[in-house]
């Protein structure tokens, strides 16, 4: 076969070549090459292992640059893991209180003062204002309003501009920290949310005018319960509206309804004071013939008294009063007829009224 045949190259290739030589490696009585591995028939030696470590030590002080090197790279070392232990030395200031967690879980509160916790990575504190009142603007300032804070409905279907201060502080670090993602945020909405709920219960005229108190202490009232129910360890101090006006589009129109609710105001006022005018002129004439009355009764059972005494005088009496109020203010002309057989003539102007009586009628009279 091919792989057989040694003329040939066959499939490794062909013997090297010999040139009539005899090989070198072969004894006196051509045996065969030894199968060790240094070419002779002799065993390997035994591996120095004492050789093989200090040629490593060599190659180690080779690349630390020797003992002194080591030393100074043992030093660093030494002196990192100082300032990691150091690093976990903090200050807590007088109005601050630090919450310290271990591995992310909450551990301790610690109160101001010099404080050690275990250095990053094992735990970990956050500084925590927590007398100190923190102030939230909504609405934006003056200078600078935003307008999607400030505008909110109200009860009676108006827009109000209305911008407002709320004030707080942290109750409790520990829920402050870890029981609410970004709590500032949280009591932005939640002091926003509140007061759309209190505008949109109340008119817009008390919000313009002396409606603010009420409305304020509502809002803060209202936040309180919201963030308790959350539990963000936050108190409400104080909630105040720095500015509350009507929108500049809207003005004139409201403008015009107040003075039409002005003049309706000042109608009803005049026609209460008319009102009271006529009530009382209708009770002092009440009380006039009232007293009247009770007068003439008075009078009449005096007379009636005198009468049951004398009832021939004093039916006399009363005709000649009587009489004496009916003729007192008419022209009277007197005539005896006795024994008279002409007519009478009476002068023209004998039933004038005696203001009109000329002073030559009363000479032509005379």
Not at 40 to 57: H, K, M, R, W, Y
Not at 111 to 125: C, D, F, S
Not at 249 to 262: F, H, N, W
Not at 312 to 338: C, F, G, H, P, W
């Amino acid at each position: 076969m091919p792989w057989n045949d040694n003329a040939g190259p066959g499939p490794w290739g062909s013997p090297p070549p010999n040139d009539g030589k005899k090989d070198t490696d072969r004894g006196r009585g051509d045996e065969p090459r030894s199968s060790g591995p240094n070419g002779s028939g002799e065993p390997p030696p035994p591996v120095d292992f004492n050789a093989l470590i200090e040629g490593l030590s060599d190659r180690m002080r080779q690349t630390f640059g020797g003992p002194s090197r080591g030393r100074a790279i043992l030093a660093s070392a030494a002196g990192l893991a100082v300032v990691w232990a150091i690093s976990g030395c903090y200050v807590v200031q007088p109005k601050e209180q630090a919450v310290v967690s271990t591995f992310g879980a909450y551990s301790r509160t610690a109160q101001p003062g010099l404080r050690y916790h275990l250095p990053w990575p094992i735990e970990h504190a956050e500084l925590v204002p927590f007398t100190s009142i923190q102030t939230l603007d909504i609405g934006g300032t003056v200078s600078q309003p935003v307008q999607d804070e400030r505008l909110m409905l109200t009860g009676d279907e108006n827009i109000v501009d209305l911008s407002f201060t709320v004030q707080w502080k942290v109750s409790d670090a520990a829920k402050y920290v870890f029981n609410v993602r970004e709590p500032d945020t949280v009591i932005k909405d939640v002091a926003e949310s509140a007061m759309r709920e209190i505008v949109g219960r109340t008119a817009l005229t008390p919000i313009l005018t002396t409606g603010r108190g009420q409305v304020q202490d509502q809002t803060e009232q209202l936040m309180q319960r919201v963030l308790d129910r959350y539990d963000v360890g936050v108190s409400i101090q104080s909630v105040n509206i720095q500015a509350a006006t009507t929108p500049g589009p809207v003005l004139e129109a409201y403008r015009d309804v107040q003075r039409a609710a002005q003049n309706a105001e000042s109608a009803a006022n005049n026609a209460r004071g008319e009102a009271a005018q006529i009530r009382q002129a209708a009770l002092g004439y009440r009380e006039q013939v009232v007293r009247e009355a009770a007068g003439d009764a008075d009078r009449f059972n005096q007379v009636y008294a005198q009468y049951k005494l004398a009832p021939a005088v004093t039916r006399e009496r009363l005709y000649i009063e009587t009489m004496q109020r009916v003729l007192e203010k008419s022209n009277k002309v007197i005539i005896d007829n006795k024994g008279a057989t002409a007519p009478v003539i009476l002068p023209p102007d004998a039933f004038r009224p005696k203001g009109s009586v000329t002073s030559g009628s009363e000479g032509a009279a005379r």
